[in-house]
């Protein structure tokens, strides 16, 4: 369950990071078999400049890619059916163009780039791997044919130009990526957004009674700049209070959380927080982070509105 919730993480994360910049599809379906591509990225003709913030995850970028990031290391058979999927995206191109009586221009073709945190050399040797001149190590080229990459995210230096890799990585080397991330300058093209889904995967997380030890770290390392940042909505949701008045502006803020939560909150429930006062808001939003599920929303409202 845990594998699917980072899974997931990386999906929205990509799509979020690379949206403006071209047409992103996750879980892209391929073959009679069902297979799925985690992100397929086309991007926009000409580039935009502004992607060079995304370091080099913007050079991946530059041409149509496939992305399959893995959260625990990649298998040689996990491997094999990246490429199997690339071979066949390349295939039904091939039959498009075909059917069109055109050519298929080679920087048409996605290129896959294998996300994995780490990897033996052994594995990698055996895909007869290359380094090549002009990109960073640890960064492993298959055959060129192929236009496939493997790369390892805990062996790439910790630079910005490698942050938003790294921040797919696990353990130590996502929670130092996540750090670097909350140090960004607030106005940040990503900072908010990026931080908005780490915070989600940890409420994921937090719900959920089978993590690992990888995972009770990671919630534990976030707690701090969770804490923070929810002080930070609350102040703008005394600002707001103020401006808007101070109850509207509670109850926008506890619909937030509540919201990011547990999704959208029913009619019935919503009303019942609109009748609060401002102290009971106030009180609702010290308490509601320790709600697992709606039903603990549900029987603190009844408690206090006995």
């Known amino acids: 369950m845990t594998r699917f919730l980072h899974d997931q993480f990386a999906k929205d994360y990509l799509k979020e990071l690379l949206k403006n910049y071209g047409s992103v599809n996750t879980s892209e379906k391929v073959s009679t078999e069902i297979k799925e591509i985690d992100v397929l ?22 041409f149509p890619m ?24 390349r295939a039904s191109m091939r039959r498009e163009a075909k059917a069109k ?29 290359n380094q090549k001149p002009g990109w960073l190590p640890r960064i492993y ?9 493997i790369v390892v995210i805990h062996q790439l230096p910790a630079t ?18 996540i750090l670097e991330l909350a140090g960004l300058p607030s106005d940040h093209p990503y ?10 995967l940890r409420e994921n997380l937090r719900v959920n009674r089978d993590i690992n030890k990888d995972d009770r770290e990671l919630i ?45 909150i029913d009619a019935s429930l919503t009303q019942q927080i609109r009748e609060l006062s401002p102290e009971q808001l106030e009180a609702l939003g010290e308490v509601l982070l320790d709600f697992c599920e709606v039903a603990d929303l549900q029987t603190w409202l009844n408690q206090t509105q006995a």
């Not at 959260?71 to 999927?85: F, G, Q, T, V």
């Open 160 to 177: 910005p130009e490698t942050l938003w890799l790294r921040l797919l990585g696990r353990g130590q080397v996502q929670e130092q990526a």
């Open 41 to 62: 990225f086309i991007p926009t003709q000409p580039p935009q400049a502004e992607i060079q913030v995304l370091g080099l995850l913007s050079r991946f970028a530059e």
């Open 101 to 129: 009586k055109r050519k298929l221009p080679k920087h048409q073709i996605p290129k896959l780039w294998i996300l994995t945190p780490t990897a033996s050399s052994d594995k990698l040797s055996s895909f007869n791997i």
């Open 220 to 264: 534990m390392r976030l707690e701090p700049l969770y804490q923070r940042h929810r002080e930070q909505a609350k102040e703008e949701g005394r600002i707001e209070g103020r401006q808007e008045g101070r109850l509207e502006g509670e109850q926008r803020l506890v619909m937030r959380q509540l919201n990011r939560l547990f999704g959208e």
């Open 191 to 200: 900072q908010q957004a990026t931080l908005e889904l780490v915070y989600d």
């Open 66 to 89: 496939i992305l399959e990031p893995f959260r625990n290391p990649a298998s040689e058979d996990e491997i094999c059916d990246c490429l199997l999927k690339l071979l066949e995206v």
């Open 141 to 149: 080229f298959l055959g060129g044919a192929l236009r496939a990459a």
